[in-house]
């Protein structure tokens, strides 16, 4: 089991920020690809954006290109999300997940194994 604990979901107005952290444990954590998902009301899960086991690669949805950044510290076993420029449609749950590395970061729920509980993320106009 790798746990995954997401924090740093809130309210907040269009056009603000927030970052989002994951925190993660043990050996496996430190050699997994780590994607941000996220689900809003009657949507689909999709991939936000993903980081390599060495953060050298990234990956972002063409939705948040520009606005959102994803690392790592591998030292504290957390990968962030710093989202700015916020929209309404950036509201949903937000997910961590991780899985074993790959050569390229995939953006399927199904690739990944490990999940978090979710942190909510609320954007008003």
């Known amino acids: 089991q790798v746990p995954l604990v997401e924090s740093g979901g809130g309210l907040v107005q269009a056009g603000g920020s927030l970052r989002l952290s994951c925190t993660t444990s043990g050996r496996t954590a430190s050699s997994s690809i780590m994607g941000w998902f996220r689900q809003a009301p009657g949507k689909e899960r999709e991939f936000v954006a993903g980081?390599?086991?060495?953060?050298?690669?990234?990956s972002y949805a063409d939705s948040v290109k520009g606005r959102f950044t994803i690392s790592r510290d591998s030292a504290k076993d957390t990968v962030y999300l710093q989202m700015n420029n916020l929209k309404t449609e950036d509201t949903a749950v937000y997910y961590c997940a991780a899985r074993q590395p790959l050569y390229y970061i995939p953006s399927n729920v199904r690739d990944y194994r490990y999940w978090g509980q979710g942190t909510q993320v609320t954007v008003s106009s």
């Open positions: 980081i390599s086991r060495s953060g050298s690669m990234t």
